[in-house]
T-cell receptor, first 115, second 109 residues
Framework: EPEVTQTPSHQVTQMGQEVILRCVPISNHLYFYWYRQILGQKVEFLVSFYNNEISEKSEIFDDQFSVERPDGSNFTLKIRSTKLEDSAMYFC?????????????FGAGTRLSVL | LAKTTQPISMDSYEGQEVNITCSHNNIATNDYITWYQQFPSQGPRFIIQGYKTKVTNEVASLFIPADRKSSTLSLPRVSLSDTAVYYCLVYNQGGKLIFGQGTELSVKP
């Protein structure tokens, strides 16, 4: 069964450092997403990406965040200068072109720990 | 996006059938009802989706009454590995998914 893969599974970084979280969406999917989940809290939407551009972003997704699809398979989330409050699980998701059904398939996540 | 209400937690025992009901009184005509499952430290996993009546797959069944103002996720004969958080989402187009707190199901031996 096709799946979304994320690397690394755990990233530890110092406050102020840049991190790049990587995702390989399901190959024939067209829509890509990033979500985050702070420990013990709800899954929160960050950004959606379609046709090589951001289609929607949340208030959380400020100027410190950026996304990129550098090639035909990878989808990355960059945090330019990490803060302690960026510590969370980050999930990548993808969906196909059945917009109304919008079934999103999630990766296992990257645990980001900012020290 | 329709607001959903579901119980915060439920307890069950192995082998029992578990039914989790979700209320979505302001569901729109084009909205789909979708359930996700999440294990600790893992991403949400799609379980089942429906529009009306009953949908069944290898994992669960989804019952939707005619007025579509609620839905019930049915897990047959749960095991310890079904302990997870279950989310009910209602939406009608692509874009962000909005997750609530979900229902924390605890299956005991």
């Amino acid at each position: 069964e096709p799946e979304v893969t994320q690397t690394p599974s755990h990233q530890v970084t110092q406050m102020g450092q840049e991190v790049i979280l990587r995702c390989v969406p399901i190959s024939n999917h067209l829509y890509f997403y990033w979500y985050r989940q702070i420990l013990g809290q709800k899954v929160e939407f960050l950004v959606s990406f379609y046709n090589n551009e951001i289609s929607e972003k949340s208030e959380i997704f400020d100027d410190q965040f950026s996304v990129e699809r550098p090639d035909g398979s990878n989808f990355t989330l960059k945090i330019r200068s990490t803060k302690l409050e960026d510590s969370a699980m980050y999930f990548c998701a993808s969906s196909d072109d059945r917009v109304e059904e919008n079934i999103q398939y999630f990766g296992a996540g990257t645990r980001l720990s900012v020290l | 996006l329709a607001k959903t209400t579901q119980p915060i937690s439920m307890d069950s025992y192995e082998g029992q059938e578990v039914n989790i009901t979700c209320s979505h009184n302001n569901i729109a005509t084009n909205d789909y009802i979708t359930w996700y499952q999440q294990f600790p430290s893992q991403g949400p996993r799609f379980i089942i989706q429906g529009y009306k009546t009953k949908v069944t797959n290898e994992v669960a069944s989804l019952f939707i009454p005619a007025d579509r103002k609620s839905s019930t996720l049915s897990l047959p004969r749960v095991s310890l590995s079904d302990t997870a958080v279950y989310y009910c989402l209602v939406y009608n187009q692509g874009g962000k998914l909005i997750f609530g707190q979900g229902t924390e199901l605890s299956v005991k031996p």
